[in-house]
């Protein structure tokens, strides 16, 4: 048993980074440097691409929300993208990253020791 590419894909000579499927399979979304591209699978015909210029660096990595694979969602080192592609808008979200160090009056992690941080509160994404 051996394996054969069907495919190769390229976009502006970038290295790709991250790949996502939509739910349906209907489309392929890769992840180039700071570029999204959507492929249709079947044919590897380029649907549509657009700069990730919202990011802050290179994308990181590409998911498809939701069962429809309406939205997209595009990381960074430090910040999100969610990208609507029916609209083809998207919403920029930052998130920290935070070193979790026990508070020793409260026995919980010192970033939930914060009022406004919580178990059932999500503190990370600022938009």
Same mark, same amino acid.
């Given at each position: 048993?051996f394996?054969?590419?069907?495919?190769?894909?390229?976009?502006?000579?970038?290295?790709p980074?991250?790949?996502?499927?939509?739910?349906?399979?209907?489309?392929?979304?890769?992840?180039?440097?700071?570029?999204?591209?959507i492929?249709?699978?079947?044919?590897?015909?380029?649907?549509?691409?657009?700069?990730?210029?919202?990011?802050r660096?290179?994308v990181?990595?590409?998911?498809?929300?939701?069962?429809?694979g309406?939205?997209l969602?595009?990381?960074?080192?430090?910040?999100?993208v969610?990208?609507d592609?029916?609209?083809?808008?998207g919403?920029?979200? +930052?998130?920290?990253?935070?070193?979790?160090?026990?508070d020793?009056?409260?026995?919980l992690?010192?970033?939930?020791?914060?009022?406004?941080? +919580?178990?059932?509160? =999500?503190? =990370?994404?600022?938009?």
């Open positions: 048993m394996w054969v590419a069907r495919s190769n894909l390229t976009f502006k000579r970038e290295i980074w991250s790949v996502s499927w939509s739910p349906d399979g209907s489309l392929l979304v890769v992840g180039y440097g700071a570029y999204v591209a492929y249709d699978p079947l044919s590897n015909a380029l649907i549509q691409a657009f700069a990730a210029s919202e990011l660096g290179q990181r990595s590409i998911h498809f929300l939701g069962n429809d309406r939205f969602a595009v990381a960074g080192l430090s910040d999100v969610l990208w592609l029916v609209t083809q808008k919403k920029l979200y +930052t998130y920290l990253i935070l070193l979790a160090f026990k020793p009056d409260t026995d992690p010192s970033s939930m020791a914060s009022p406004e941080c +919580t178990p059932n509160h =999500c503190c =990370c994404l600022t938009s």
